[in-house]
């Protein structure tokens, strides 16, 4: 960072990002704050000397210390008035669950937070597509790409795969374990299907290390890849367009073809629907319904998701008012503005307060406010926690 004087060191403004983790819970976000503040709050203790025969101060050493963040909160959901109500534990009123699918998000760089729509979430699954899929059929010695048609879930037909050296290849700029995919007509007749990664020098099979009920093209399902396996610790990215795309992003490229062909029936894709994201990249906090993206490489930063989960639906969500003693755990707040210097405040143990009353308007939006004091949290170690300053 610049030393002062320095333009680089002005900062705009913007709104800081607060979350709160009560004592035993998970973390939750107060979402948009309309306004806040930092307030130390320092008492003094003054020392005077009179020698010279009037009382004049000498010293001034602080007696008692503590530090505050005031703030106004917009977003009104259960979360945030059962925390201004010192509200008892949520229960559920006429609780049911329902589903949502292809919920389409971004996940961020290392370890980022995702929000998605519903809360009391749970069966998660990341999905994304494959950003290129390109048939090969070796009767005509030609390649297609059905790319869009694997992005927009429209039907597609490819080519049968009526000869061991039909392929189907799926690409994406990261790895991916699970592939799921469409069949227009089900191979019949006992075909074994075939799986190959592209390891640096040649293709790879790694068919012994694939399951699922689809794994031979005689049913539709999901394709599971073993992680674990070497192949897949030494699949490596290539470049290649097959003289028909545009482009030649390096890829993780997977070949699918038949071994051995059904004495009936050749299988025809329809479309590759879905690859999956390791779940270990990510943990969910199912009551808030968030996930965390916890690629530390960042290798899956800024890819383009599709995410499936089962959420909780409740009529009404209920609690107790003035229910408990006091509301402690930890807390962080995080300040980025477009330009400047921003920063990361972690506390390890907070208060959260009332700052006033909860007023109704029909002029304004409704902002309630509330009030963070920081703890000694008695470790002797940065008792008021600790800040990370950075340039933006």
Known sequence: MPIAPSSDNYTTGAMPTLFFQRTGSSEFNFGCISTASIEPTLEFLDHFCAISGSRTKDKSVVSEKGIQITFNWDE???ENIRAFMFGSAVTAVGSGTDTATNEEHVLPAGEGLIKLTFSGISSVTVEFRPDVVVHFDDATTTYADFTSVTRTSASGETPAMDETTDFLYVGHSTKFDKITYDLLILGDGSPIGKYEVWTGAAWTDVTTDVSGAGKNLDADGLIDFDDTSTPFG?????????GILGTSASKFW???SLSTLGTSTDPTFDVVTHLYVDPTDYQVVPLE??????DSAGTIAGL???VDYTYTTVTSSRFDILDLPTIEGQARLAFSPD????????MPKASLKTNGA???TDTDWIAPPSLLEVLDDGTGTAPFGFMDIFDV
């Open 76 to 78: 009104v959901n259960v």
């Open 234 to 242: 030494n699949w490596a990215q290539t470049t290649n367009n097959f």
């Open 289 to 294: 319904g968030y996930i965390f993206a916890v």
């Open 254 to 256: 997977m070949r699918i």
């Open 339 to 346: 330009v400047g210097i921003g920063f990361d405040w972690f």
């Open 304 to 306: 383009k998701v599709d």
């Open 358 to 360: 909860f007023e109704f």
